[in-house]
């Protein structure tokens, strides 16, 4: 199947720093990637779908502007955490779907990220 | 917008046993609805998917079955193994373009052998 590679697996920082965490697709272009919160033993909450080439579309609740997200290019999509505080300590994961001719459109997931603002 | 219930939470079954989750889905124009299988620690992983115009899909030991006027489905899991305890998620969406998908509350399935 599609390979989506997400980084940094872990992150810890300090609070009021900022973090940045990548999703590609390795071996397909993705106009779309969603990017999706999981916080332990709990479902997996979508916070924004990243289109390229324009703005993200976030999902009721969730601040654009703590949560930075820049798709540049096809294969390519960055989740910003700005000013992070502990609250903000979760499992980040990027997933995107294989649209590519003959495929099912199957979404695909990232490693995630785990970020602990101390 | 959707929203997708998933039940049980939690459920333990002996190995050999079939094991059955269920999920509900509020919007009418939801057609595609797969299954996600996710070990501790790991990413989400597509075990099978059914769309609207089928009303039972079967892949070896699992198979999922769709009512829409009732818009619930369900995934059954035959004589489950050890290798089958991890967290299953339901979803829906409108279609599988670049539509969202929106989750279950996932299920923790534990196999004791």
């Known amino acids: 199947g599609a390979v989506v590679s997400q980084h940094p697996s872990r992150v810890i920082c300090k609070s009021g720093t900022s973090v940045k965490i990548e999703c590609r697709s390795l071996d397909f272009q993705a106009t779309t990637m969603f990017w999706y919160r999981q916080f332990p033993k709990q479902s997996l909450m979508l916070m924004a779908t990243?289109?390229?080439?324009?703005?993200?579309?976030?999902e009721q609740g969730v601040e654009k502007d703590k949560f930075l997200i820049n798709h540049a290019s096809l294969t390519l999509s960055t989740l910003t955490v700005t000013s992070a505080h502990p609250e903000d300590s979760s499992f980040y994961i990027c997933?995107?779907?294989?649209?590519?001719?003959?495929?099912?459109?199957?979404?695909?997931f990232g490693e995630g990220s785990r970020l602990t603002v101390l | 917008g959707e929203n997708v219930e998933q039940h049980p939470s939690t459920l333990s079954v002996q190995e050999g046993d079939s094991a059955v989750i269920k999920c509900t889905y509020s919007?009418?124009?939801?057609?595609?609805f797969p299954w996600y299988k996710q070990e501790l620690g790991k990413r989400p992983q597509l075990i099978i998917d059914i769309r609207s115009n089928v009303g039972e899909k079967k892949d070896q030991r699992i198979a999922v079955t769709l009512n829409k006027t009732a818009k619930h489905f369900s995934l059954h899991i035959t004589e489950t193994q050890p290798e089958d305890s991890a967290v299953y998620f339901c979803a829906a969406s409108r279609d599988f373009g670049n539509e969202k998908l929106t989750f279950g509350t996932g299920t923790r399935l534990t196999i004791i052998p």
């Open positions: 990243s289109n390229e080439g324009s703005k993200a579309t976030y």
């Open positions: 997933s995107a779907r294989d649209l590519r001719t003959g495929n099912t459109g199957e979404l695909f």
């Open positions: 919007d009418s124009a939801s057609n595609y």
